[in-house]
């Protein structure tokens, strides 16, 4: 039996996508983050998720596989959930879901829906960052713009040098005080994909440290940071 791991729907839905496939082993989360964290146990078929709903967005979870370094993860099929009047089709398909799911579930649809997901893989590479906050503040500004992103790939380099420097030393709640540090440099830039490994990171440096899972996390940062640099450098030029 596949399994599939869900998150960002409310638990009355998820009931009623298992009733209409019983024949898949679906697993519900509550938030796109503790979904993440279970994949350094266990890979999933496939994964559906909400492409908004809480925070972190289930867009940064989308977009934190398709521009992961791990292979299994970069290929995860993915489909996006939502109800038909929330609009968000063309959003889910750019940000790199492999398939639309829309309420009222429909099971002689869903189905042969699902047999196609799992059959899905991409290594489609999305835009990371989000400037729409970055535009607003800047009031149209270029200069301005510029300068706050010269500062930002500053500041990400130190960090991830920082981060680096402390998790061979073993530094965990020092390590943890600079994930933090980085999460909100990178919710300022919209950079929602990284926002959610360095909060995973955080999390574990602060509690049950597994250096295995926070090296992995930030061998993600560490090439995610190279994607990331030639996007906004290229927006710099």
């Known amino acids: 039996m596949e399994t599939l791991f869900v998150s960002g729907i409310l638990k009355a839905d998820f009931d009623d996508l298992v009733a209409v496939l ?55 099929p993915v489909a996006a959930i939502f109800h038909e009047e929330d609009n968000l089709e063309k959003f889910a398909l750019q940000v790199g879901a492999n398939l639309c799911v ?70 965990w709640e020092e390590m943890g005080k600079v994930a933090h540090k980085a999460k909100s440099a990178y919710a300022f830039l919209g950079i929602g994909s990284m926002q959610l490994a360095a909060t995973i990171i955080e999390k574990s440096c602060f509690g049950e440290v597994d250096p295995q899972k926070i090296g992995a996390l930030l061998k993600e940062i560490q090439h995610k940071n190279i994607l990331l640099f030639a996007e906004m450098e290229a927006m710099n030029t």
Do not use: W
């Open 22 to 76: 019983p024949q898949y082993n679906l697993v519900y989360f509550d938030t796109h983050l503790a979904l993440s964290e279970q994949l350094f146990t266990q890979l999933p078929a496939a994964c559906i998720v909400h492409p908004k709903s809480e925070q972190p967005e289930g867009s940064a979870f989308i977009k934190y596989l398709r521009a992961s370094s791990i292979e299994g993860l970069q290929k995860m």
């Open 102 to 171: 829309c309420y009222p579930f429909n099971e002689t649809k869903l189905l042969p829906q699902i047999e196609q997901l799992l059959q899905a893989s991409t290594s489609k590479q999305i835009q990371l960052a989000d400037f729409t906050y970055l535009e607003e503040i800047s009031g149209g500004d270029e200069e301005f713009k510029k300068e706050m992103i010269a500062t930002f790939l500053r500041t990400t380099k130190e960090n991830t040098d920082i981060l680096t420097n402390h998790y061979q030393q073993q530094q």
